[in-house]
């Protein structure tokens, strides 16, 4: 069944937009660029109305029990890296995988990270190519750019099933070169950059309906083989009004080589 939600695209200006994040040196205190919020139609994958291959698409679903009950104390990260490293080797075929960061996100005003609800790819050429010699240092991140390496992001409910703000993604082969638009992100002690996405009627949204802790998406955040990266945004839509637990979720960004 194909459901309606809303999402923030960005939106063209005439001048490099940014978040600025920290501003003034207080933590959580945010400067956003402007969004257009517009509503979607939503393919479901989960009743096969829309067929993911991650070769072509960038982003597929797959199920993925973990050992991991408690992602918020205890000494979790070298297991969960391990599973995630065995998830990518199976799913995209991946040689070696480095597991880098882990973000829990909680659909709560007073939680520390919330879902983010802007239509965005994590990095952009420039930012994913620093990133690398962050992670590897001068010497191996060249290295490994002499081969086929990847930043992969994967993203899993946690706690309960997801009832609302579900991850959705945009097919990238609707998605024109010129809907993207570089941003900045600007904290108080250094500077990255994401990819916008502008809107575009032909962009086709699918996303997995009520995805459970045994379930994971994978998505390209960026290929150096040119591999699409994928737009992608929580989605402003509610499955079942009577249910009120919050969306929790952890995302976990990979490097990897094939």
Not at 52 to 80: C, H, M, R, V
Request: aromatic fraction near 10%; glycine fraction near 6%.
């Amino acid at each position: 069944m194909t459901q309606t939600g809303t999402v923030n695209y960005h939106v063209h200006k005439p001048f490099r937009q940014a978040f600025e994040i920290d501003v003034d040196g207080v933590a959580g205190n945010l400067i956003e660029p402007e969004f257009f919020a517009a509503k979607i139609a939503v393919k479901d994958q989960r009743n096969c109305e829309a067929v993911t291959d991650f070769a072509e698409d960038g982003f597929a679903f797959a199920n993925s029990p973990t050992a991991i009950l408690d992602f918020e104390g205890g000494n979790w990260q070298s297991l969960y890296d391990a599973e995630l490293a065995d998830l990518l080797k199976q799913e995209v075929g991946a040689k070696e995988v480095i597991t880098f960061d882990h973000t829990v996100r909680i659909d709560d005003p007073q939680a520390k990270r919330r879902p983010a609800r802007h239509v965005h790819s994590d990095y952009s050429r420039e930012g994913a190519e620093r990133r690398l010699v962050d992670i590897l240092g001068p010497g191996q991140a060249d290295e490994w750019a002499q081969g086929h390496y990847a930043f992969i992001n994967v993203w899993r409910p946690i706690a309960n099933p997801i009832n609302s703000a579900p991850l959705g993604f945009v097919r990238p082969s609707t998605v024109k070169d010129a809907d993207w638009i570089v941003i900045d992100l600007i904290y108080p002690d250094r500077k990255g950059q994401v990819m916008g996405l502008a809107k575009d009627d032909a962009h086709e949204w699918v996303y997995r309906s009520r995805m459970t802790p045994d379930e994971v998406a994978f998505f390209n955040i960026y290929d150096n083989s040119g591999r699409p990266c994928v737009g992608h945004s929580a989605i402003d839509l509610i499955e079942d009004p009577t249910v009120t637990t919050p969306r929790q979720s952890i995302e976990s960004r990979t490097l990897l080589r094939y």
